[in-house]
């Protein structure tokens, strides 16, 4: 009852995925740095999660892990699961007793899948604009490939939620760890463009800052800052920039135009 997208960037792994049910991203998606990602669903297995990614760590690629995971299951006539490794190819597999229309398609680091869909052009669309789109950043091609499923249709059943999750190594929040997305619509009438405007949000809040695009705080700049720092009370931008969660754009001497952009609305009230 979901339809996803698993794929690899360079070093990144991720998962898309939508579906007419509450809180997908807490069940379907899992992903681990220099090892893989894999999503679990239709009758969803979440013990596929933590086992799928230890045999990736092992060395496992994608159809040993599909592999093994249906060898062990009963149920796997009723599931769905799509894995990417490190290298190669995807893997997708939807079991035959998957609510119509089911299946997938898996190809150089990628694999799509869903069930319940209105048809095939939903797998079809997703895979169109995966493969159009290499120029975005990995998040932004990820959700787009999903969006383009949701107009093409989607699940059968209407709409409720969708999540994205990303591994990169060392790139998460602040340099902290290795997850640098993970966004969840749990409960929504239009969960693939709520998805997409928190896509958005995070970048302001968490993306860096072009060094290209910098601008050297001096002369009549030095000023207008000062000024505008004093307008919302504070006393550095600094202090103003961690409050507004902006602290991750900052660069000695120099500004981001998005944080003084930011500034100068905040100053305007």
């Not at 007419?20 to 893989?36: H, I, Q, W, Y």
């Not at 640098?180 to 709520?194: C, I, K, N, S």
């Not at 000023?223 to 505008?228: G, K, N, R």
């Not at 135009?257 to 305007?268: E, G, K, N, S």
């Amino acid at each position: 009852m979901t339809f996803s997208i698993v794929a690899r960037d360079g070093d990144a792994f991720g998962i898309a995925v939508a579906s007419k049910f509450l809180a997908v991203g807490a069940l379907v998606p899992a992903a681990e740095a220099g090892s893989g990602a894999l999503a679990t669903q239709a009758w969803a297995n979440v013990a596929y999660r933590p086992q799928g990614l230890a045999m990736l760590r092992s060395g496992v690629g994608p159809e040993g892990v599909v592999a093994a995971l249906l060898a062990a299951d009963d149920g796997r006539v009723h599931r769905q699961l799509g894995v990417v490794g490190p290298t190669g190819g995807g893997a997708t597999f939807t079991g035959e007793e998957c609510l119509p229309w089911a299946g997938g398609v898996a190809g150089e680091g990628y694999a799509i899948q869903g069930n319940v869909l209105t048809g095939p052009e939903v797998v079809r669309d997703i895979e169109a604009v995966w493969l159009a789109s290499v120029e975005l950043p990995f998040a932004d091609r990820l959700v787009s490939a999903l969006a383009a499923g949701d107009a093409a249709g989607g699940d059968a059943r209407g709409r409720q939620s969708a999540a994205l999750y990303v591994v990169t190594p060392g790139r998460g929040i602040a340099g902290w760890g290795d997850l640098a997305y993970d966004l969840r619509v749990d409960d929504h009438p239009d969960p693939v463009r709520e998805l997409g405007r928190l896509l958005g949000i995070h970048e302001v809040l968490h993306g860096t800052p072009d060094p290209a695009e910098l601008l050297p705080v001096e002369g009549e700049l030095a000023q207008e800052v000062a000024e505008l720092l004093v307008l919302v009370g504070y006393d550095s931008l600094d202090r103003w920039a961690g409050v507004e969660n902006l602290e991750g754009r900052l660069v000695a001497g120099r500004i981001d135009p998005l944080v003084l952009a930011h500034l100068r609305a905040a100053a305007r009230g």
